[in-house]
């Protein structure tokens, strides 16, 4: 089973940000985690990076149109960027919002997410761990629609 997962901008400077809201680690060994979740959860995974709104919209489109699963981090975007959530909407397969950092718990405007209501759910919060969460739940998600 096909898995993709979409990151959105800045977190290929992971070892740049703030370490007590992120983690301490790199994208390469985030991307390196998820590939082992997903390989032990028995997905082939597709991990995606860009800080271009419109490099992400096509690979949504892309997702919407081969019927792929996806977990998403919108990043920044999450809060104001109706064109994703629009591509979102086009997905047949599910989708899993996802955020390393909780941002209920952080500064008023991260509060808002025009990603979720259009979601199968959203994991926030748990560093490194949200992926596997969300990994583990699109599991969960997939085999029920397949019985």
Do not use: C
């Amino acid at each position: 089973m096909k898995l993709m997962i979409l990151n959105g901008p800045n977190l290929k400077r992971l070892d740049l940000r703030e370490s007590h809201i992120y983690g301490d680690f790199d994208y390469a060994t985030l991307e390196g985690y998820i590939r082992d979740i997903a390989k032990a959860e028995g997905f082939e995974v597709d991990i995606r990076q860009s800080d271009d709104e419109a490099v992400l919209i096509g690979w949504l489109h892309e997702a919407a149109d081969k019927k792929i699963p996806l977990v998403i981090n919108p990043a920044a975007f999450t809060h104001y960027s109706y064109a994703i959530r629009d591509a979102v909407v086009m997905l047949k397969a599910p989708v899993i919002e996802v955020h390393l950092s909780n941002p209920l718990s952080r500064e008023e405007f991260r509060h808002t997410s025009v990603i979720s209501g259009v979601v199968n759910g959203t994991i926030s919060g748990f560093g490194m761990n949200s992926y596997r969460l969300a990994v583990i739940a699109m599991r969960e998600l997939i085999g029920n629609l397949e019985k």
